[in-house]
């Protein structure tokens, strides 16, 4: 049995956050219930390419193992059902402005008074009080988080990153706050409101940029892959792709340099110790580029590997998916009838007796409706 099995799922969610999170707790047997408009359904149902089969693989990627039931919540019908789910779900997720479910009579009081019981998560980009008017996107909150003032290759020239890690992030905070909720009711039988927001969520995960502001004033910039506290910790050339070599302390800095060739580097005094490091980084960074110029990335892995020097080339997907067969580390999982099953990538979390589960592929806009209506209409005791 899942460790979440028992749990009913109301997800009035859409796009990324919120739909990962919710994911997650499918993942590990919840009855996900995705409530989705009749017409236009989650927005990343039309978001690409690339498609599979014509279907948008930004929403198959966040959607597996959910049911979708289609209501309009401006209709009355629509509304009642809504509420009903609500009423009977141990969970419910929305990711709407703030206001939204209050119109549609599925504020976390109306809910609470409902069902008492109910763990109610908010995900919103800027909280309900002041920054409750804000549009919640990835991309700005990077930008005015502090994300993108830390992120690039030169001064000036800030990026955002390759993906919405924000979203991925303010979805993982809110499963953490959701199993905590589930834990304290199973204590006292009462359920509770859990918060998140995009623009908390990132300066948390900032961790050591941010604590260094809160702690010593100190406000970052752009380093481009280097650390601004280690080194040698960035990206540099090989005979054909660039390679991470990320040293974290002396013991490893004269295994690379003995690997390299270069024992003597460990004990100039300009690289002596990490500290000695970050102060000349340019010049060590230029010493270590030519020596590893010599040979090829996957060369040079072979190498440093086995002498404890921790390192890699910068794979593209096809090679990250690749390293990760490699290693048996299985990161994809095949969903379906057996006829046509599509991969998927695979849950990163282990649990020994009650690992993950891959029920079903993220279903057709409306194509559980029929059934959940009829559950929540009385006429059937199917979840």
């Known amino acids: 049995m899942a460790a979440l099995s028992d749990v009913v799922v109301a997800d009035f969610s859409r796009v990324l956050a919120a739909p990962y999170a919710t994911m997650l707790l499918a993942d590990m047997g919840a009855d996900v219930i995705k409530v989705e408009h009749p017409e236009r359904g989650d927005e990343t149902r039309s978001w690409g390419p690339p498609f599979a089969d014509g279907?948008?693989?930004?929403?198959?990627?966040?959607?597996?193992?959910?049911?979708?039931?289609?209501?309009?919540?401006?209709?009355?019908?629509?509304?009642?059902?809504?509420?009903?789910?609500?009423?009977?779900?141990?969970?419910?997720?929305?990711?709407?402005?703030?206001?939204?479910?209050?119109?549609?009579?599925?504020?976390?009081?109306?809910?609470?008074?409902?069902?008492?019981?109910?763990?109610?998560?908010?995900?919103?980009g800027f909280g309900s009080g002041e920054g409750a008017?804000?549009?919640?996107?990835?991309?700005l909150v990077q930008a005015v988080g502090g994300l993108m003032s830390v992120t690039g290759q030169e001064?000036?020239?800030?990026?955002?990153?390759?993906?919405?890690?924000?979203?991925?992030?303010?979805?993982?905070?809110?499963?953490?706050?959701?199993?905590?909720?589930?834990?304290?009711?199973d204590v006292t039988g009462e359920g509770q409101?859990?918060?998140?927001?995009?623009?908390?969520?990132?300066?948390?995960?900032?961790?050591?940029?941010?604590?260094?502001?809160?702690?010593?004033?100190?406000?970052?910039?752009?380093?481009?892959?280097?650390?601004?506290?280690?080194?040698?910790?960035?990206?540099?050339?090989?005979?054909?792709?660039?390679?991470?070599?990320?040293?974290?302390?002396?013991?490893?800095?004269?295994?690379?340099?003995?690997?390299?060739?270069?024992?003597?580097?460990?004990?100039?005094r300009r690289f002596a110790t990490n500290r000695d490091r970050v102060g000349h980084v340019e010049e060590l960074s230029e010493l270590l580029s030519g020596e590893l110029r010599r040979r090829t990335a996957r060369e040079w892995f072979d190498v440093l590997t086995p002498a404890c020097v921790p390192c890699g080339p910068v794979n593209d997907m096809a090679g990250a998916f690749a390293l990760a067969e490699e290693l048996g580390l299985a990161p994809r999982v095949r969903i379906g009838d057996g006829e046509g099953d599509d991969?998927?990538?695979a849950n990163p979390i282990g649990l020994a007796s009650t690992p993950p589960e891959y029920r079903t592929r993220p279903p057709r806009l409306g194509e559980h409706t029929e059934e959940i209506t009829a559950w929540l209409d009385g006429n059937s005791t199917a979840g």
Do not use: W
């Open 55 to 124: 279907e948008a693989t930004y929403f198959l990627s966040v959607n597996r193992n959910k049911r979708s039931l289609a209501l309009d919540l401006q209709d009355p019908d629509g509304r009642r059902r809504a509420a009903e789910l609500a009423r009977r779900a141990d969970v419910v997720v929305e990711n709407f402005r703030p206001g939204t479910m209050a119109k549609y009579g599925l504020s976390y009081e109306e809910v609470r008074a409902r069902n008492p019981a109910a763990v109610y998560c908010s995900i919103t």
């Open 133 to 139: 008017s804000l549009p919640g996107y990835d991309l």
């Open 155 to 185: 001064p000036g020239q800030p990026v955002k990153t390759g993906v919405a890690v924000v979203d991925v992030l303010t979805g993982l905070h809110a499963v953490t706050g959701i199993f905590a909720a589930l834990r304290q009711r």
């Open 193 to 268: 409101l859990v918060e998140v927001n995009l623009l908390t969520s990132l300066l948390s995960s900032m961790v050591n940029q941010s604590g260094g502001y809160t702690l010593a004033g100190a406000v970052p910039g752009i380093l481009g892959n280097r650390h601004p506290s280690i080194a040698p910790y960035e990206v540099l050339p090989t005979a054909d792709t660039p390679m991470v070599v990320a040293v974290g302390n002396d013991r490893q800095f004269a295994a690379l340099c003995e690997a390299l060739g270069r024992p003597e580097l460990a004990g100039d």
């Open 343 to 345: 991969e998927f990538v």
